[in-house]
């Protein structure tokens, strides 16, 4: 036999510990690194199923099954940009156009504002004009000017990870075949089978919370679109539906930056009143949104309660922001699964002793 180096006990006792700790500080340096690769991984995982029966029922080569698939994706998306793009340039020419009037109509309430506060009998009565309030954002040019750099360098970092993100998920799906043979061939033979079961399931379960998270998109996308009609801007009901199905997938906060818009626009295009009854209109939605279509769209697609769903959507944005609580949901789904499979395939073998027992112990003779 070839001689090997042997471990001292001592030396494991601590080197282990360090390993330990040293992988914790990579993993906290490297979470958004591990997120993206973790996001990748789920649309890959989703995507392998039909490219894998592209390559079973009509026998394509790998490569051309994932071309196809994302030609598919791509035709989808293209069309729907289609449909939508051009009334979403009009709407937004529309709204150049009326600049101007909502100028006007914003200096006539400050106006308004103004003499309804002289009015009031109080010791201090602000005297604010509209060129007031142009000087003031001119003077603060510079400050708007780096705010909205600021925002195009996230609207950059943004469009490229999503590009990084579909990139890597591209290449994970050429690969699955040789990545799936390798998982295999690291589980015991008399496990693979079960180990195949169970992944089976979670690429299920992943598909049913990427369903159910589109049909929550459209349908607050819709009702968005009738709020924002009916508070006075239907000339931007495209652009605000858009907007507000594009925000609903970021968590805690989507909601709120998709009913932005809608608010402004009705304040502009009708009035303050308008603008606050449309705010209202909104809250109402994202009640409904929050206890109802999400816990129980998603509690459904996922398989478990909807108190359940809040809590990682919470947890999940709390440990790790915007990309945390987009993972949250379907990390749920795969625990789920991960839980339910080991609840059937596992059994917990019989402890010769119970860890807590109840025994008789001679009470001690009274005086």
């Known amino acids: 036999m070839r001689q090997k180096i042997l471990v001292p006990r001592y030396v494991q006792y601590i080197f282990l510990p360090l390993m330990l700790l040293f992988a914790l500080w990579f993993l906290s340096t490297v979470l958004k690194i591990l997120i993206m690769f973790l996001l990748a991984a789920i649309i890959a995982f989703v995507l392998d199923l039909p490219v894998t029966l592209l390559q079973e029922k009509l026998r394509l080569p790998r490569l051309l099954g994932v071309i196809l698939v994302w030609l598919l994706i791509l035709a989808i998306f293209g069309g729907l940009l289609a449909l939508i793009v051009p009334n979403i340039i009009s709407e937004l020419n529309s709204l150049i156009e009326n600049i101007p009037d909502y100028s006007s109509r914003t200096q006539s309430i400050i106006e308004d504002f103004q003499k309804w506060f002289r009015d009031l009998d109080v010791p201090y009565k602000p005297d604010i004009t509209s060129q007031d309030i142009v000087s003031r954002i001119q003077s603060n040019g510079t400050e708007v000017a780096q705010r909205a750099l600021g ?6 970092n943004i469009g490229l990870n999503t590009f990084l993100i579909l990139i890597i998920s591209i290449y994970m799906l050429l ?11 690291r589980i015991p033979p008399e496990f693979r089978e079960d180990a195949i079961h169970l992944f ?4 299920t379960a992943l598909g049913s ?25 239907g000339t931007y009901v495209f652009i605000i539906a858009v907007w507000v199905a594009l925000t609903e997938v970021i968590p805690l906060i989507g909601p709120f930056l998709g009913a932005t818009p809608a608010i402004i626009l009705a304040y502009f295009a009708v009035s303050p009143g308008r603008a606050l009854i449309v705010g209202l209109l909104f809250l109402a939605a994202q009640q409904l949104e929050g206890h109802i279509l999400v816990p129980r769209i998603m509690g459904k697609s996922v398989g478990v309660h909807p108190l359940w769903v809040m809590f990682a959507v919470l947890s999940g944005a709390t440990i790790a922001g915007i990309m945390g609580g987009l993972l949250a949901v379907p990390t749920v789904a795969i625990v789920k ?29 009274s005086a």
């Open 151 to 156: 925002f195009a360098e996230t609207l950059f």
């Open 175 to 185: 690969d699955a075949n040789r990545l799936r043979e390798a998982a295999r061939n």
């Open 200 to 203: 089976g399931h979670i690429q």
């Open 209 to 233: 919370y990427l369903r159910g998270q589109l049909l929550i998109s459209t349908v607050m996308g819709i009702l968005g679109g009738l709020i924002a009609w009916y508070g006075g801007s």
């Open 337 to 365: 699964v991960i839980i339910d499979f080991y609840h059937e395939e596992l059994v917990l073998e019989q402890w010769d002793r119970p860890l807590l027992e109840k025994t008789l112990l001679d009470e001690p003779e």
